[in-house]
C-alpha cells in the first residue's frame, strides 16, 4: 500500500478521535449523586490496587503471547494486546460503561446515554454496585476486564490479520458482544443475572466469549500459509508473560469481592491453588503419555487454571478449586490435542485454553456453588448455568462471525500471501523485535 492510501485510511478515525478529545472538554451536569453513603477507605485501597494488578495482565498477555509466535511477528502479537489498552479505555469511557452498566433495557443492555462520557460516574459508592467505594473506581475496575477480552481474542488470529482491521473489530466486539454479556451477568436486572446465573469474576464474559470469538476469527480467517511450523519463538517471554498473567489474576478474582473482606481472601486462596494444581496436572500429563515435561506445557496449564477458577473463585471451597484446576487441565489439555488435528488454525490455542477452560468453569460452578450448587441437591442453577452456556457461546460465535464479516466489507481482515511471508512486524509496523546488525 502507498503511502497516500496509508494516509487516507487513517484520516477518518484520527477525526473521529480528535471529536471525541473535543467533546470530553464539554462539561456534563450530574443528575445523580449518593451523599449519604460512606466510602471505605480499606476497600477503596484494595480495589486501588486490584484494577492496577487486572491493568498488568494485558502487558503479561503480550508476552506470553509474543513468545508464542514467529520472530518476524513478534512486535506485531505484543503490539495487538498493548493496543487494547488505549482503545477500549477511550471507548468505555464514551459509552461502553453505559452499555454495560446503564440503566437496563429489558435486562440485555444498558442506556448508552446513562453513563455517556462518564456522567454521573462520580467519586460516591453507587449502591447497585458497590456501596463502600467510588463508583468511578467501580467503572474503572470493570475497564480492565473490557480491555484483556479482545486482547485475547487476537491470539486465534495472529500471524495474519491486518492491524487496520483489527482495531475496527476490538470496537465492534466491545460495544455488541462484551457490553451485553457483561450487561447480562453483572447487572443487577441482566437476565443471567436475574436467572441465578454465577460467574465471579468472568468466566462467561471474558473467558468463554474471547475463545468463542477466536474460534470464529480462525474460521473466518482460514489457515496461515506456514502454519504446522509454531515452535515458540521464545519461552522465558512464555514464562515472564504467565508469571505477569498469575500475579495480576489475584486482583481479577480476588478484586471482584469488590471489598477487602474474607471472601476476596477466599478467592486469592482458590486462584492460587487451581492455578498451581493445572500446572501440576499438565506437566504430569504430558510425562504420562511419554513426552517431555516442558516449561511451555507448564505456562498453559497455569493459565489454564487460572481460567477455570474464574467464574467459580468466590463460590468455592478450597479442595473443590484444587479440583477446578486438575478437571480443567485435562480438558483443555486434550482438547488441544483434538483443535491440533482439525483444519481450524487457533493460532495460539485461545480456543482450547480459555474457551473450553471457561466452560469446564462455569459447568463446575454450577456444580459445587455454596449452597445452591448441584451437589447440594437442587438442579435448578446448574440447569441455567448449562442454559446460559448455550446462549453465551451461540451469541458470541456467531456475533463475532457478523463483525468480522462487517469489518471485511470496512477494511479487508487478512494481510496478503507476500505481507504473511515478510511478517506483520514489517509490514503492518515497519518495526523488527531487536535491530541485530547484519554482520553478527
Known amino acids: 500500500m502507498n503511502e497516500k492510501n496509508?494516509?487516507?485510511?487513517?484520516?477518518?478515525?484520527?477525526?473521529?478521535?480528535?471529536?471525541?478529545?473535543?467533546?470530553?472538554?464539554?462539561?456534563?451536569?450530574?443528575?445523580?449523586?449518593?451523599?449519604?453513603?460512606?466510602?471505605?477507605?480499606?476497600?477503596?485501597?484494595?480495589?486501588?490496587?486490584?484494577?492496577?494488578?487486572?491493568?498488568?495482565?494485558?502487558?503479561?498477555?503480550?508476552?506470553?503471547?509474543?513468545?508464542?509466535?514467529r520472530y518476524k511477528n513478534l512486535v506485531s502479537t505484543l503490539i495487538q494486546s498493548f493496543i487494547t489498552l488505549g482503545i477500549i479505555s477511550v471507548v468505555w469511557v464514551l459509552v461502553g460503561f453505559s452499555l454495560a452498566f446503564g440503566d437496563s433495557l429489558g435486562g440485555f443492555i444498558g442506556n448508552p446515554l446513562s453513563f455517556f462520557m462518564f456522567k454521573d460516574v462520580g467519586f460516591q459508592p453507587n449502591p447497585a454496585f458497590s456501596a463502600t467505594i467510588p463508583f468511578a473506581l467501580f467503572a474503572v475496575f470493570q475497564l480492565k476486564f473490557a480491555i484483556i477480552t479482545p486482547a485475547l481474542i487476537t491470539?486465534?488470529?495472529?500471524?495474519?490479520?491486518?492491524?487496520?482491521?483489527?482495531?475496527v473489530f476490538i470496537v465492534l466486539f466491545s460495544l455488541f458482544i462484551y457490553a451485553p454479556l457483561a450487561h447480562w451477568t453483572w447487572h443487577p436486572e441482566g437476565f443471567l443475572r436475574k436467572w441465578g446465573v454465577l460467574d465471579f469474576a468472568g468466566g462467561t464474559v471474558v473467558h468463554i466469549s474471547a475463545g468463542f470469538a477466536a474460534l470464529s476469527g480462525a474460521?473466518?480467517?482460514?489457515?496461515?500459509?506456514?502454519s504446522g511450523n509454531d515452535n515458540p519463538t521464545n519461552i522465558p517471554y512464555i514464562l515472564l508473560g504467565t508469571g505477569l498473567l498469575w500475579f495480576g489474576w489475584f486482583g481479577f478474582n480476588a478484586g471482584s469481592a469488590l471489598a477487602a473482606d474474607e471472601l476476596a481472601v477466599k478467592a486469592f486462596l482458590n486462584t492460587n491453588l487451581a492455578s498451581a494444581m493445572a500446572m501440576v496436572t499438565w506437566m504430569l500429563t504430558d510425562g504420562a503419555r511419554g513426552?517431555?515435561?516442558?516449561?511451555?506445557?507448564?505456562?498453559?496449564?497455569?493459565?489454564?487454571?487460572?481460567?477455570?477458577?474464574?467464574p467459580a473463585a468466590g463460590f468455592v471451597t478450597v479442595g473443590?478449586?484444587?479440583?477446578?484446576?486438575?478437571?480443567?487441565?485435562?480438558?483443555?489439555?486434550?482438547?488441544?490435542?483434538?483443535?491440533?488435528?482439525?483444519?481450524?488454525?487457533?493460532?495460539?490455542?485461545?480456543?482450547?485454553?480459555?474457551?473450553?477452560?471457561?466452560?469446564?468453569?462455569?459447568?463446575?460452578?454450577?456444580?459445587?456453588?455454596e449452597e445452591v450448587g448441584l451437589i447440594h441437591g437442587d438442579p435448578t442453577i446448574f440447569l441455567y448455568h448449562l442454559l446460559a452456556l448455550v446462549i453465551v457461546s451461540l451469541f458470541t460465535f456467531g456475533g463475532s462471525f457478523l463483525l468480522y464479516k462487517l469489518t471485511d466489507l470496512i477494511l479487508p481482515m487478512r494481510v496478503t500471501e507476500t505481507?504473511?511471508?515478510?511478517?506483520?512486524?514489517?509490514?503492518?509496523?515497519?518495526?523488527?523485535?531487536?535491530?541485530?546488525?547484519?554482520s553478527l
Request: glycine share 10%; with cysteine.
Open 6 to 69: 496509508s494516509k487516507r485510511r487513517y484520516t477518518v478515525p484520527f477525526i473521529v478521535i480528535a471529536a471525541v478529545a473535543v467533546l470530553a472538554l464539554i462539561p456534563l451536569k450530574s443528575s445523580t449523586t449518593f451523599s449519604e453513603l460512606e466510602v471505605s477507605h480499606a476497600d477503596t485501597a484494595w480495589m486501588l490496587m486490584a484494577a492496577a494488578l487486572v491493568f498488568l495482565m494485558t502487558p503479561g498477555l503480550a508476552f506470553f503471547y509474543g513468545g508464542m509466535v
Open 155 to 167: 491470539g486465534g488470529v495472529a500471524e495474519r490479520i491486518r492491524f487496520s482491521s483489527l482495531l
Open 219 to 226: 474460521i473466518f480467517l482460514k489457515k496461515r500459509k506456514e
Open 291 to 310: 513426552k517431555k515435561r516442558s516449561a511451555v506445557g507448564a505456562a498453559v496449564g497455569a493459565v489454564v487454571g487460572l481460567v477455570a477458577i474464574t
Open 320 to 369: 473443590q478449586s484444587i479440583f477446578i484446576g486438575f478437571a480443567a487441565s485435562l480438558v483443555s489439555y486434550f482438547a488441544m490435542r483434538l483443535k491440533s488435528r482439525s483444519s481450524i488454525d487457533d493460532t495460539l490455542d485461545v480456543f482450547p485454553c480459555h474457551g473450553i477452560g471457561g466452560i469446564t468453569g462455569m459447568i463446575l460452578t454450577g456444580l459445587f456453588a
Open 419 to 438: 505481507q504473511e511471508a515478510r511478517g506483520l512486524d514489517i509490514t503492518q509496523h515497519g518495526e523488527v523485535a531487536t535491530d541485530v546488525p547484519s
